[in-house]
């Protein structure tokens, strides 16, 4: 019995002895590209989920807030999102796959993903405001530190990350846990998973280099055009706007067209922002409307008659002021904070302030006309309502 068992031991360790011998570059290549391939594949579909998240928010379990927000990090271990900090303040933690929906994805050392969202997006506890002119927290710099602009962000700032650790690097200590996702339930020990981003965050910007010598690890970003995009090609979104944009101008109406803040005489109107909407009554008050009311208020702009009187036509009837939603920014617009320092041209197009100053609104159109927009396409073009 002794000589069999010896024989196939011995065989065993031959076998050993050859696959190790053939363990070529090529094999180790090979191994490698399986490797990356898996990590791709769960940092795009972690990416996925996420927009998925923000374009369906208002129509999962939230249907009093707006759409666009996205779920802050996994900071306890379960899988779940969860509060993370003060308003306006950015989060990192691991990706909250339950949240989304998602198995536990790993990277292709078998590592849980991590993410980081900006205050600007996250959803607990909300930003003062969310729209398409929100710009993100993290600014990425390349090997030589140089800054890379995102695209689809008017500051080129990201919205959000999502980070695939691989495996541990020189120092980092992990230990395996008794968690889904290892030891360090409570995401508190990111150096040890982590090289490009850390914790406390500090201020944003926050500064993300995407290629370190001493750095495995990989990354994808979303900005914010990549959420509203998406959302404008959804075929709800542009009523779901046009519901906002009419909820508002009821309340200027039924508030008795209180003044705008910050008015410029444009001809026969006082032009400026929208007035806080805790100063309104009306529909834009509702507990359905109070939350996107709020995150698109910025987006209008609101003309009121000096004389009090119906001094606009050009709407179907004449009116006693109007308020104007200026669409997305167009190339030479810059809508970045603080916003009240920003004029009325950073909003509107240069032929409504001309219509505005001789009181003829002549044809312009009553209704959000999405989707129409697309990456060379904004949906630019000024809308208004008339306030009788």
Partial sequence: MLLPALVLLLALGGLGWLLARHDTP???????????????RALQTAREALLGFAATY????????????????????????????????????????????LPDLRDGAGECLWYAVAGTFKN??????????????????????????????????????????GSPMPGQ???????????????????????????????????????????????????TDDIYQQLERRGNFGSHLQKVFQSLADCLSTSA???????????????GRMPAIDRLQGPCRTPELRDPAGN??????????????????????????ALIFGGERLGGQRRLPPLEQQGNDAYLEDTTLAALTTGQLGAMPTRIDLPTAGP?????????LCLP
């Fill in 26 to 40: 090529a094999d180790r290549a090979a191994r490698q590209l399986q490797a990356d391939l898996r990590t791709t």
């Fill in 58 to 101: 208002r129509n999962k379990e939230h249907p009093t807030a707006d759409f666009g927000y996205l779920p802050c990090p996994d900071l306890d271990g379960d899988g779940s999102s969860e509060t993370c900090g003060q308003q306006g303040r950015p989060a990192v933690g691991r990706l909250p796959y339950l949240t989304l929906n």
């Fill in 124 to 165: 607990n506890p909300k930003p003062e405001a969310l729209n398409w002119d929100s710009t993100g927290g993290f600014r990425l710099r390349d090997g030589a530190g140089q800054v890379i602009a995102l695209p689809g962000d008017q500051a080129g700032l990201a919205a959000a990350l999502i980070i695939a650790p």
């Fill in 173 to 223: 200590q992990r230990s395996p846990g008794p968690g889904r996702c290892g030891g360090d339930p409570e995401a508190r020990h990111i150096e040890a998973y982590l090289e490009i981003i850390g914790s406390p965050l500090g201020n944003p910007p926050i500064d993300v280099p995407t290629t370190r010598p001493e750095s495995n690890d990989r990354l994808l970003t979303i900005a």
């Fill in 257 to 271: 067209l209180p003044e705008p803040l910050d008015g410029e005489a444009h001809g026969p109107v006082r032009l």
């Fill in 296 to 321: 698109w208020a910025g987006m209008m702009r609101y003309a009121r008659c000096t004389s009090g009187g119906r001094c606009l036509t050009g709407l179907g009837q004449t009116c006693r002021g």
């Fill in 376 to 384: 060379n396409r904004p949906a630019s073009n000024d809308v208004a």
